[in-house]
């Protein structure tokens, strides 16, 4: 009889928590920016290259021992794919593709891990000129999370667990491209 009572009650609880999944958001979208002293075109030529993701991204940087590997298209051209590997659950294993590039002005991607959890992201780094040689760099990220898994996001601060890591790849592009 009490196995029944526990049952029943986890059940319900497990109800519930999907009910209020339904009315849960399940996408998010985190933004940062940065002000840099360069040009535009610096920044661009710097950022379109896959062959750079090892010096300013953060989630690469939690294991110097990660394997990189650019495939698809041409290294710095739509279709480009950095595909990169770890044992750190941090980094894990994946893919980021450039999608989609708007010279001097805007590069997107689509991130997307395959382990050791399995999700897609997308995103865009916009370029912005606010002055000679100063750029105004806007990094947008989005993603999300399907019914009833999306009931996490009310616990989760994906903003401030994301952002961090974008903040800090933010200020190694920084510190990367004023050496230029």
Same mark, same amino acid.
């Given at each position: ?12 609880? @497990? ?7 339904? $009315?849960?958001? !399940? /996408? ?14 610096? @920044?661009? &030529?710097?950022?379109? $290259?896959?062959?750079? +993701? /090892?010096? $300013?991204? +953060? *989630? ?11 495939? #698809?298209? &041409?290294?710095?051209? !739509?279709?480009?794919?950095?595909? $990169? %590997? %770890?044992? %750190? /659950?941090?980094? =894990?294993? #994946? ?11 805007? @590069?997107?991607? &689509?991130?997307?891990?395959? &382990? ?11 370029? /912005?000129?606010? =002055? ?6 806007? *990094?947008?990220?989005?993603? =999300?999370?399907? *019914? ?30 004023? !050496?230029?």
């Amino acid at each position: 009889m009490l196995v029944l009572k526990i049952a029943v009650v986890v059940i319900a609880i @497990i109800s519930v928590l999907c009910v209020i999944a339904i $009315f849960t958001a !399940k /996408k998010y979208t985190i933004k940062r920016e940065i002000t840099l002293n360069n040009s535009n075109s610096e @920044i661009y &030529e710097f950022l379109r $290259f896959h062959k750079n +993701q /090892k010096l $300013f991204n +953060q *989630w690469l940087s939690y294991d110097p021992n990660t394997k990189i590997e650019i495939k #698809g298209s &041409e290294d710095g051209k !739509k279709g480009a794919t950095l595909h $990169f %590997s %770890s044992k %750190s /659950k941090k980094t =894990g294993k #994946g893919e980021w593709e450039t999608t989609n590039l708007v010279e001097n002005k805007r @590069i997107d991607f &689509e991130l997307r891990f395959l &382990e050791p959890y399995t999700f897609t992201a997308n995103g865009s780094l916009y370029l /912005k000129e606010i =002055g000679a040689n100063k750029t105004n760099l806007l *990094w947008e990220y989005h993603s =999300g999370m399907d *019914w009833p898994m999306n009931i996490t996001l009310l616990f989760m601060d994906m903003d401030k667990i994301i952002g961090k890591d974008i903040e800090a790849s933010l200020a190694k592009i920084k510190s990367n491209t004023e !050496k230029l």
